[in-house]
């Protein structure tokens, strides 16, 4: 028994050195591209001090600000954690808008339907919305699966159906009264939206999805670092026939994670549609599905990377409008430095190839 011990022992202190260096990365890639944002600003004649301190100010100045900050940053959440759950176990999802759709169409659906009391009606539209999604990234799962169909196709594919049901079912089952573009509005018991939150946040759009998020953080994490589905999961991921050799069910493994994949996702819906938002709105495909894969990518496919990438790309889309309007700088600029940033998170190894070379000339490598 020792020597396994002492085997596994090895292992997550080497899964836990490169997850340190990983966030190390991420840090630099968020200081390069703020460098790089900086030029920017200089080379259109801005200053870039009082740009980024408008900036950071605009999503943190005020509790309201603050809250709008977390209810920007709970669907990237999510999305996040999809595209990140789905690569850890060696897929990658893109289908993560599609199933944000189905999942926020889920829950809408049921939140129009039913006249229950919130208490009771908010679960089971939490609960659809998950329902949703999963099955929507069950379908590429099990192409991949059966007939190994790549699942960045398969999901780019279904991220249109998605978007064609949405525009097909609102205005046909749940139209608005007064345009054929937009559902009827969220009654508020059917709203993750609370009064005593907002009025604690000043007002701000933030609701009970950001408590939602948190939670499905953890049991991300859970999952991943601590059951032994987890292991199996990042078992095929890893290599697919060698868990195969050591008696993992494969094909399973691949549809049961797309599926948890799409859960995700479609739980960021319902943070949208029914807690951001009072509506469904036809024909926009939300790019929060492809933000998710920017904020996956900057949080080093962890959970926790995920929330904090999740908190500032949420603090930069709410504060560069403040930018804007003291400063007149475009608020293009930020969108430029999140770009950058995830340049730069798509390089790491880039970096780290450069890191490794100085330390060898400092001496610290040999």
Known sequence: MKPNTGKYV???????????????????????GLLAGAALMLLTGN????????????????????GN??????????????????????????????????GGLFATAVGLTLDWPKPLLLPVMVFAALVGGGLWAALPGWLKARFNVHE???????????????????????????????????????????????????????????FIALLF????????????LGYELKAVGFNRHAAESAGISVNKNIILSMTIAGALAGLGGATFYVGYASNMQIGVLPSHGFDGIA????????????LGASVFFG??????????????????????????????????IMVERVWTRWRAKRGGVR
Request: net charge positive; hydrophobic share 50%.
């Open 295 to 306: 904020v996956a990518l900057l949080g080093a496919n962890t959970p926790l990377g995920v």
């Open 69 to 102: 900050t977390l209810a920007t940053a709970t669907p990237l959440i999510f999305t996040g954690l999809s595209v990140a759950f789905a690569f850890r176990t060696g897929l990658f999802n893109i289908g993560a808008s599609g199933q944000m759709l189905i």
């Open 47 to 66: 200053n870039p001090v009082s740009g980024y301190y408008y900036l950071f100010r605009g999503g943190l100045m005020n509790v309201e600000r603050v």
């Open 152 to 210: 960045v196709v398969a999901t780019i594919m279904m991220n249109w159906i998605a978007y064609w049901t949405v525009f097909y079912t609102v205005p046909r089952y749940f139209k608005g009264p007064f345009l054929e573009t937009e559902s009827q509005r969220i009654p508020y018991n059917a709203s993750l939206k609370l009064n005593s939150l907002t009025s604690l946040f000043g007002g701000s759009y933030i609701n009970l999805g950001i």
């Open 10 to 32: 090895q292992q997550l202190r080497a899964i836990k050195v490169t997850i340190n260096k990983e966030y190390v990365l991420a840090f630099v890639a968020v200081i390069l």
């Open 217 to 228: 953080v953890l049991i991300a994490a859970v999952i991943l670092e601590r059951t032994t």
């Open 315 to 348: 603090l930069l889309h709410t504060g560069k409008g403040f930018m804007n309007a003291m400063t007149r700088i475009p608020p293009e600029i930020a969108d430029t430095v999140m770009a950058t940033i995830i340049y730069f998170a798509a390089t790491s």
